[in-house]
Each structure stands twice: as C-alpha cells, then as structure tokens.
C-alpha cells in the first residue's frame, strides 16, 4: 500500500482527511514510460477506490439533546459495544474513523464538540457536561452493550478524552493517541471544577529552515502549573496510550509517562503504552499520507507534526490493531456468539480469510478443512457425512458458542458440502450455498445407510478457448429428471432456510440453472421458498469484498486452467452485495437479535 501512504499533497501543508463516508477515495494510478509525469506515454491506468463504509454499516445522524454527532451502527442488530471517538481542534464532525471501526463490531458514535451544526464555533471552554450528555445518550441506546464503553480520542480529542475518563462515570476503556495529560488552550469545566490551560512559552518555539513552526517545546509543564494536570487518578478505566516518538505537536511522550506515574502512585493499574519510533503526530487509520506539517488552529499558522513517512505509515498499521484488540479485550462480548462452519472448495487446505472476517461481524466461525491438510487424507474422493457431523458436535459444545442451532457458509464443492450437512444433520438452522450445485458431482455421498451417486461428467464437453484456456461449463452431465434426479442433494430435509448465491456468469458449471432446480425440489416437497439471489456478470469465486476476481486457474479434476467467468466491475459489486446479504441472513435466523442476545452477550 506504499502507493497510498507516500502520496504527498498538491498544495502544501493539506492534510489529507476524508469528509464523506459513503463515498469512496478514488485513486487514480497512471503508469508513464518515462519518469517525467507530464512528458511520458501513457502505459496502463487503474483506478483504486478505497470505501470507508463495509457493507450494512449504518449510518444514523444525532441530534438528541445538545448531542450533535453520527452513530454507525454494524450490518446487524446488536448490542454492541460502544465507543466515542473524538478529534482535535480543528473542529466539525469527522466520521471515518468511527464509520471503519463499525465495521469491526463496534457502535461507535462520532462526536463533534465545537464548530458543527449549532455547536460554539469557538473552544474557549470545553464543558464535560456536554461529553457526559454523549456518554449517556450512548449509554441508553438499545444496540449499545452496557454498563460501560470507551473512548477513542487523538491529539485534542485524547486530552478531553482523558478528562472524560476522569470525570465521568461509565467509561470502561479508552485509546488516546498523542493526547495531553493538561489543559491545553482552553479551560476544561465540570460542575464546580475548573482546569485552566498550561501557558503557551512562545519564547521557546523554533523555527525550522523552512519557516515552519516547531512548538513541541511551547508549552509549560504541567508539573510546574500543576492546576493544569488532568486529574487521571480518579479514572477507574483501562487504558491504552498509543505515542509517536517523533510528535512535535507536544510532548505526547513525556504525557503518557507522566499519566502512567500518577495512576500507579494512586494505586491504579499501569496502562499500556505503545511508542513508535519515527511516528509523528497525526497517527490515523492505516495508510493514510503522513501529514508532517499543516495549519494548527491555536498556533495560527503552519508548523511541523513530525514523522518519517515509511515508519509512520508502519505505525498506523500496528496502532489500528493495537486499540481494536484493546477494545475488543475490554470492552468485546464475553459470548456466547452465534455459530457458523465456513467451507471452501476443490482447492483443499485450510483457508481462514473469510472466517475471520465473520468473526469481526459478532460470529463464532469454524473454517473447517476436509482434504489436503495435516493428518487429513490427500485426495477427497468421497464425501463422507460423518465427519462434518463431528465437526457441527464440536462447534455446539463450544462453551463461546449459542445454540442450539449453527449456520453453513459454503462457496462451490463446499456450498455443496454445506447443503448436504444441512440436509442430514441436525442443529443446522441456516445455510448460505454461494455457486453450489445441490448435486452430488464427481463423488458419492455417504451418510449412515444413505448413498448419493454422483451425477457424472464428460471431459469431451470441454471447450478450448483461443488463450488455451479451458472452458468447462458444461462438462457435467445433465440433470435428468431435475429436482428428481437421483443425485440431487434432499435439500428439502433441511430444518432452516436456505439462501442460494449464483452468479450468471459461473463458467465452473450452471449456478443459476442449479438453483432453479433446487427452488422447484423445495417447492414441490411443500417448503418455504427459498431465497435465490442471481448477479448478472458475476463468475464463480465470490469472495468477500474487493478481492480481485479471479478470471482463471488451475482446476483440480481437470489438471489445466480453466475459465471461471465474471466481468470485472459487476463481480465486484456482486461480492459487496453478497457479504451484507450472508451478513443479515445468518444475523436473522441464528438468533443474533438484541431482544434475544442481550441478555447473553
């Protein structure tokens, strides 16, 4: 992502920020022979879009009381937990971080506290009576999990974060990055207490061969105007500090070390604190340019920030996983969670990728191998009932696991393998078949008494396109008799709904046509209809979100590459539409409602 974070503005000293969520970053990357930008012949372009909001992330604006922010609220109902996330001076309402960090599991509530909406346009004092108000609205709202939440907050945002933590009740958990541990630039209120600003020592502030502005050195010490120190030893949170060595906004360092003596000399809990060496001072989500010097709005003019862009940019990454599994320790559902087996295809191995990501929308996710790996046999050949069946024992006696029902996600052979699972086992109470078949293809199916022959394939349907490439579409032998063809799956003893993905363009074989016939199967049994959701231009691997598609490769049965469709944009918009689909499919029938989980999670 080096092509992102090294990017430098047009105009100096703007700081890149992102001030609509529902709209992407498009980057555009021009490839020039040549190393004049302006000379050379145009080789290749692309375009990178970078979204700020994962599928199903809602977005609800607040004004409730004096309270004006944006709640983002996960694809699911809740609770979950909560979190306020704060910015600096300069002002207004940003929502990026927070519209990212619903995307993991978070309610996260982005809070403006000056220059917005009918808020002061000035900071001349900061009242925690208007913080509390948030924390509260927050508090009582249904999606949040109590009793307590946390707080994000950088630079500004950190020092009255901290002052939050101080004050107020019902703050668990809380981030700061390169925040002060004293007032600065204005007076900090709560009821009958006052924290007036520590001085500004203009005397000591350099300036730098470009005339830029160095302040790391223009504020006194809270320790010489000890009015000013924030009295952290009344928080009961936990906290994480998270310090670039290279701040030059002020001493973000000696804070975090200066906080970290108080507690202890009171007898609370060391804090984390995380430093980086060469970070700066605007340590932001991942990837983000390095803002190394911008217009500051207490100074009045440009001064320098700090850090070296590669080790900042480095920082960034590590810090966005630091305060989420800080977040998720303190604050994260204890369990249990609704549980799903996830399941791939032909390949073989252990893949986890989509599991995780699962897991980061509130569900316990097995990602189950069954050939290629480990101890398990080298060649799957049959396709043997009794070992998922063990599987879906282990995930129900999971103690972090909620029954008394799991969910199957399976894309291609493992759609089919999820199918048949859901077919003859118990306790499966939703399934999400992404370009399955419902057939038994190229292997038998064996469960207790119960065998399932495979339908068949003729290797002389395979066509060869003009690259070589194999196109192997229709090689399997047709389904005669359709949803009464012998080797068809008996979907319709399935105690849940199933949900059937088909892209149209799936050259590994018919998805669409082999959901058709899996709906008439259904139907003509007496079952519920099923939901059948067709993407035109769509091929056959539907990753989670912008995974690139895959076009062609190697084919196990087949031993060459072949041709697996798709258009490029429409697969892509086809995997973002699926993953908020399969996210509020299993969210509405594995019970992971409020009403029922609250009590639980």
């Given at each position: 992502m080096g092509l992102l974070w090294a990017m430098e503005p047009d105009r100096p000293f703007w700081r890149l920020i992102k001030r609509d969520v529902q709209t992407p970053f498009v980057v555009e990357l021009e490839v020039l022979d040549g190393h004049e930008p302006d000379d050379g012949r145009l080789l290749a372009r692309a375009v990178h879009e970078r979204h700020f909001m994962a599928p199903g992330v809602r977005r609800v604006p607040v004004r409730e009381g004096r309270v004006r922010a944006t709640l983002f609220l996960p694809p699911e109902p809740g609770p979950y937990p909560g979190i306020v996330d704060l910015f600096g001076v300069g002002g207004g309402l940003l929502e990026y971080r927070a519209s990212l960090l619903a995307g993991r599991g978070f309610a996260v509530l982005?809070?403006?506290?000056?220059?917005?909406?009918?808020?002061?346009?000035?900071?001349?004092?900061?009242?925690?009576?208007?913080?509390?108000?948030?924390?509260?609205?927050?508090?009582?709202?249904?999606?949040?999990?109590?009793?307590?939440?946390?707080?994000?907050?950088?630079?500004?945002?950190?020092?009255?974060?901290?002052?939050?933590?101080?004050?107020?009740?019902?703050?668990?958990?809380?981030?700061?990055?390169?925040?002060?541990?004293?007032?600065?630039?204005?007076?900090?209120?709560?009821?009958?207490?006052?924290?007036?600003?520590?001085?500004?020592?203009?005397?000591?502030?350099?300036?730098?061969?470009?005339?830029?502005?160095?302040?790391?050195?223009?504020?006194?010490?809270?320790?010489?105007?000890?009015?000013?120190?924030?009295?952290?030893?009344?928080?009961?949170?936990?906290?994480?500090?998270?310090?670039?060595?290279?701040?030059?906004?002020?001493?973000?360092?000696?804070?975090?070390?200066?906080?970290?003596?108080?507690?202890?000399?009171?007898?609370?809990?060391?804090?984390?604190?995380?430093?980086?060496?060469?970070?700066?001072?605007?340590?932001?989500?991942?990837?983000?340019?390095?803002?190394?010097?911008?217009?500051?709005?207490?100074?009045?003019?440009?001064?320098?920030?700090?850090?070296?862009?590669?080790?900042?940019?480095?920082?960034?990454?590590?810090?966005?996983?630091?305060?989420?599994?800080?977040?998720?320790?303190?604050?994260?559902?204890?369990?249990?969670?609704?549980?799903?087996?996830?399941?791939?295809?032909?390949?073989?191995?252990?893949?986890?990728?989509?599991?995780?990501?699962?897991?980061?929308?509130?569900?316990?996710?097995?990602?189950?191998?069954?050939y290629d790996f480990e101890d398990l046999p080298k060649d799957f050949t049959i396709v043997e009932v009794d070992y998922f069946e063990e599987a879906v024992c282990y995930m129900l006696q999971h103690p972090k696991v909620k029954g008394p029902d799991i969910g199957l996600l399976g894309l291609s052979l493992g759609a089919d393998i999820c199918l048949t699972m859901a077919s003859f086992l118990k306790n499966v109470s939703a399934t999400v078949s992404i370009n399955g078949s419902a057939f038994s293809g190229n292997r038998h199916i064996l469960y207790q008494q119960t065998m399932i022959p495979p339908l068949g394939h003729d290797l002389r349907r395979v066509k060869v396109a003009f690259s070589g490439i194999l196109d192997i579409v229709d090689i399997r032998n047709d389904p005669v008799g359709g949803c009464e063809n012998p080797s068809m799956i008996p979907i319709e003893q399935a105690k849940g709904p199933i949900l059937f993905i088909a892209g149209q363009d799936d050259h590994c074989w018919r998805s669409e046509l082999y959901a058709q016939i899996a709906l008439q199967r259904l139907q003509a049994r007496g079952k519920e209809r099923p939901q059948v959701i067709s993407y035109p231009g769509a091929g056959h691997y539907i990753e989670p979100p912008y995974f690139p598609m895959c076009p062609a490769s190697l084919h196990k049965i087949v031993n060459r590459a072949v041709h697996w469709g798709g258009e490029v944009r429409a697969h892509s918009r086809a995997q973002i539409d699926t993953w908020k689909q399969i996210l509020a499919f299993f969210g509405r029938h594995l019970e992971s409602t409020q009403s029922r989980a609250s009590s639980r999670l």
């Open positions: 982005a809070l403006a506290y000056y220059n917005y909406d009918d808020l002061p346009k000035s900071m001349d004092a900061m009242r925690m009576e208007y913080f509390e108000e948030a924390v509260n609205y927050l508090l009582s709202h249904p999606e949040v999990k109590g009793p307590g939440i946390g707080l994000l907050g950088i630079s500004k945002g950190g020092e009255l974060g901290l002052a939050m933590a101080s004050f107020l009740k019902g703050i668990k958990a809380a981030v700061f990055i390169n925040g002060s541990v004293a007032a600065v630039g204005n007076t900090i209120y709560y009821k009958d207490e006052t924290i007036p600003p520590v001085s500004f020592l203009r005397d000591r502030i350099k300036v730098t061969k470009d005339g830029l502005l160095d302040v790391v050195e223009g504020l006194q010490s809270p320790l010489v105007e000890t009015k000013s120190f924030i009295p952290v030893e009344r928080s009961d949170s936990t906290f994480l500090f998270l310090v670039g060595q290279d701040d030059h906004n002020w001493k973000s360092e000696f804070y975090a070390n200066e906080i970290s003596k108080r507690l202890q000399a009171h007898g609370k809990e060391k804090p984390q604190i995380i430093l980086y060496p060469e970070a700066g001072h605007y340590i932001e989500p991942p990837f983000f340019p390095l803002c190394k010097a911008g217009m500051h709005v207490l100074v009045g003019t440009n001064i320098i920030f700090g850090g070296e862009p590669k080790p900042h940019a480095m920082a960034q990454v590590d810090a966005w996983q630091q305060l989420q599994t800080f977040f998720h320790k303190h604050l994260g559902r204890e369990g249990p969670f609704p549980g799903i087996i996830d399941v791939y295809g032909v390949g073989g191995g252990l893949l986890e990728y989509r599991a995780s990501l699962m897991a980061s929308h509130g569900f316990a996710t097995l990602a189950l191998a069954f």
